[in-house]
């Protein structure tokens, strides 16, 4: 079996991701592995071509850039505190695309991330990031379903 020495936690900051995460801790510090906390802004929507009043887009990506920085220092504070081994980072971009471009450039031994369990209208409107995670990965991927 391959060396387990760095792991991938991709959250979007859901409950479903809140769960995966004590599967990444858990197996981070039973292999005495690297933790990578990962959360990938999704890219907006560019609506400056249109009549859209009072929203300045840059300001807008600024203020979502700061939120996100915020909530991931806030979870890596109440949920790491103690785990020295990890890194945190927010990056914008395609989700999907992101997680997959940190794992090969870091060369990850495992991709843990929640999956919302989405079926019908809801999967084929909003895809799956863990789907695509999945099918595309060189590491393998524990994907960690909330239970109802």
């Keep these: 079996m391959k060396t387990i020495d760095k792991i991938l936690f991709a959250t979007d900051f859901s409950e479903s991701s809140d769960h995966a995460f004590e599967y990444a801790r858990t197996m981070a510090s039973s292999f005495n592995a690297r933790l990578i906390v990962i959360h990938v802004i999704n890219e907006p929507v560019d609506l400056r071509g249109f009549y859209v009043p009072h929203i300045s887009f840059d300001k807008l990506e600024e203020e979502i850039r700061e939120g996100a ?23 914008s971009g395609i989700p999907y695309e992101e997680i997959l471009k940190k794992a090969d450039a870091e060369n990850v031994s495992l991709i843990i991330m929640g999956t919302h369990g989405r079926t019908g209208l809801d999967h084929v409107l909003f895809g799956s990031t863990a789907e695509k995670v999945v099918r595309k990965s060189r590491c393998p991927v524990l994907t960690v379903r909330l239970s109802e």
């Design 69 to 91: 920085e915020k909530m991931m220092r806030k979870f890596c504070e109440s949920r790491l505190a103690d785990f020295p081994n990890y890194e945190s980072l927010v990056i």
